[in-house]
């Protein structure tokens, strides 16, 4: 069974801050990977399908990229609406264990 | 813009079943291919299954935790996903979602399985 591997698993950043989440397929998984947020108490939003593609109404500060094994979620500049757990799975396939991320 | 109503949650003694449905609308359910994931109280999302449209075969894959105990059907003339959940244990203990990447994607907003005695 393909694994996917998430890191950090918790993550406390300002305002404005770059941040970026990293998750690990334990084998290829081409570009099938998406990216959800979930803010507490809520449904996760999908954010980013197929590796790269932005959801539509998801915030530009968002981005997704590479292919193969291993993939990243970028914020470019954090804000406070930003504070969930972001979790990455391979398409109809298996999740990453989540990366809180706080306001410092 | 796909939305998705799951429904059938409830309270169930441990070694019961439960059958729970997902109403589709706004897509054509029948070329969809329809994910159910979970996530237990104060856990992560764990994909349970995925089953194809009939035309690409209407094949299912399921997790290994829950083969050979869950079935994933689909009745595209209600517009109806399902999921059985048989021989339930207290770690299936759990909100449950149907979803979709299918023409824009979508979650429900989950139905509520509770395994205790």
């Known amino acids: 069974d393909i694994q996917m591997t998430q890191s950090p698993s918790f993550l406390s950043a300002s305002v404005g801050d770059r941040v970026t989440i990293t998750c690990r397929a334990s084998?290829?998984?081409?570009?099938?990977l998406a990216w959800y947020q979930q803010r507490p108490g809520k449904v996760p939003q999908v954010l980013i399908s197929?590796?790269?593609t932005l959801q539509s109404g998801v915030p530009s500060r968002f981005s997704g990229s590479g292919s193969g094994t291993d993939f990243t979620l970028t914020i470019s500049s954090l804000q406070t609406e930003d504070v969930a757990t972001y979790y990455c799975?391979?398409?109809?396939?298996?999740f990453g264990g989540g990366t809180k991320v706080e306001i410092k | 813009e796909v939305q998705l109503l799951e429904s059938g949650g409830g309270l169930v003694e441990p070694g019961g079943s439960l059958r729970l449905s997902c109403a589709a609308s706004?897509?054509?359910?029948?070329?969809?291919?329809m994910n159910w994931v979970r996530q237990a109280p104060g856990k992560g999302l764990e994909w349970i299954g995925r089953?194809?449209?009939?035309?690409?075969?209407?094949?299912?894959?399921?997790a290994t935790p829950v083969k050979g105990r869950f079935n994933i059907s689909r009745d595209d003339s209600k517009n109806t996903l399902y999921l059985q959940l048989n021989s339930l244990e207290i770690e299936d203990t759990a909100v449950y979602y149907c979803?979709?990447?299918?023409f824009g994607g979508g979650w429900g907003q989950g139905t509520l399985v509770t395994v205790s005695s």
């Open positions: 706004k897509f054509p359910l029948n070329n969809a291919w």
């Open positions: 084998q290829g998984i081409n570009l099938y």
């Open positions: 089953i194809r449209s009939k035309a690409d075969g209407g094949t299912v894959d399921y």
């Open positions: 799975q391979k398409m109809s396939g298996p």
């Open positions: 197929t590796a790269s």
């Open positions: 979803t979709t990447f299918s």
